[in-house]
């Protein structure tokens, strides 16, 4: 299996097991820099996320133009592009449809890390981007990028989330978190005021929350919950 085929492999797990985390349904998509290149590997647009194959990732290029694929890319690919090329340290981006943060943002709240997995997105609340509309345009695109500016992770007002991590592992694991901590605070709110962790609790948690070893963790947890489902199988 070539270095490109790997890649393709991992696009296609890690559809299927976002699907299987209920972080994407028909919408939604991850993708990957092919590493030393202006190229991105992400799967087609009208492919079900819970049967991507290999087959059916796409490569594209820096301006986002399809360069080898039997689909076209998802029509918010400029999302991806811009935040690449915003953003040399990114090595994986996923864009979710995500419930409990899109909830957090039609009250007008952001993300505090007041929980572990919240943690992983360290000081101060998330980036909101205010406008609604799906990002088709590179101006969109550079708006989110502008907003998500060196962080993990922006919230869409009334649209999802923006994940950006350093291999497809590290981001698969930040929107698990990231949902989580957002469902979580949606329900503490209920309750009470938030309280956030401080810094020191932030540095400790977050720190542990960063290791590759527990980030891999998640990963192979999914791996095995998609399998168990069947949703591995032609893979
Ligand atoms: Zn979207």
Not at 161 to 182: K, M, N
């Amino acid at each position: 299996m070539t270095q490109i085929d790997e890649l393709k492999m991992k696009v296609a797990m890690a559809c299927r097991m976002l699907y299987v985390a209920e972080l994407v349904d028909y919408s939604g998509h991850i993708s990957i820099r092919i590493p030393g290149t202006d190229k991105f590997l992400i799967h087609g647009h009208p492919v079900s996320r819970c049967e991507v194959t290999p087959d059916d990732v796409v490569t594209v290029d820096r301006d986002g133009k399809k360069v080898e694929g039997k689909w076209n890319p998802p029509s918010e690919l400029p999302m991806h592009i811009r935040t690449y090329r915003a953003r040399d340290d990114v090595q994986s981006v996923a864009h979710l449809h995500n419930r409990m943060v899109v909830v957090l943002s039609m009250a007008g709240r952001s993300l505090v890390a007041a929980d572990n997995p919240g943690a992983l997105f360290g000081t101060g609340p998330l980036p909101v981007y205010n406008d609604p509309a799906l990002i088709h345009t590179d101006e969109q695109g550079d708006a989110v990028a502008r907003t998500l500016g060196k962080r993990d992770a922006a919230i869409l007002r009334g649209h999802g989330s923006v994940v950006v991590g350093q291999s497809i592992e590290w981001t698969f694991a930040a929107c698990v978190d990231l949902e989580e901590s957002a469902a979580r605070t949606c329900l503490a709110s209920t309750l009470g005021p938030i309280r956030p962790y401080n810094e020191d609790e932030l540095e400790r948690v977050g720190k542990g929350r960063r290791k590759m070893s527990v980030i891999q963790k998640v990963w192979d947890h999914y791996v095995a919950k998609t399998k168990l489902a069947g949703l591995l199988n032609g893979l």
